[in-house]
């Protein structure tokens, strides 16, 4: 409970912390919980050192009213950002789209875009940072609600699974996956998802098969 995390914080701080970083969900809350902010406050208040809080922070108006209700000096985001590199940012208003599966679909689109246009510039240590980052933002859009009754018919669990196929390895494959999403999205029709700048180009040829052709042309010239 929060006297027993109390005791550990302090003792954190006795040691020689300059900061004390809480997550504010039981271990067998796992990701699914909600965050204890009661307790949060209850740390905060019991240390003399700055305290960071975590747990679901899912927006820029979380981050504030977190703070506002515990006074922790600072938020910690983790899964969210996996999600949304860009959840700390003010919402858009210049959203055109028509309806809100439209608007996701849009979301995740432009999300994968950008962190492919960021992992072309500053490459991360290999290519599975690429996979497990595209799946966490995707994951809302492609995930089968149960794992055990997977409808294979539907493109969305197709492409979830074609992910984490090991032959994808590059930047041009990903964006060519990416560009498979909005195609199977439904783009080119005036509800369809619109095209990220980087990858306008591929959407109207890219197929599973050509992604796996890309895949293997590049596997052989490496």
Known sequence: ?????????????????????????????????????????????????????????????????????????????????????????????????????????????????????????YPPPCYLYIQKHLRWIFRSELQPADPTNVNYSDWRPRLWGFLVRPYLRTIAQFRLVVALYVKLSGDGDGDGVRAPESIQHLVNDVTFKSVRKAATSASMSG
């Open 1 to 121: 409970g929060a006297h027993d995390s109390i005791a550990f914080a302090k003792r954190l701080q006795d040691a020689g912390c300059d900061c004390v970083a809480v997550h504010c969900r039981k271990r067998s809350d796992k990701h699914d919980g909600m965050a204890d902010w009661k307790a949060g406050a209850a740390i905060v208040a019991a240390l003399d050192v700055p305290v960071v809080l975590n747990g679901g922070i899912g927006n820029v108006n979380e981050a504030r009213s977190v703070m506002e209700l515990t006074k922790c000096h600072a938020v910690m985001v983790a899964r969210g950002y996996l999600e949304n590199h860009g959840l700390l940012f003010p919402p858009s208003r210049s959203s055109t789209t028509t309806t809100a599966a439209v608007a996701a679909a849009a979301a995740a689109a432009h999300l994968a875009a950008e962190y492919l246009d960021y992992a072309d510039q």
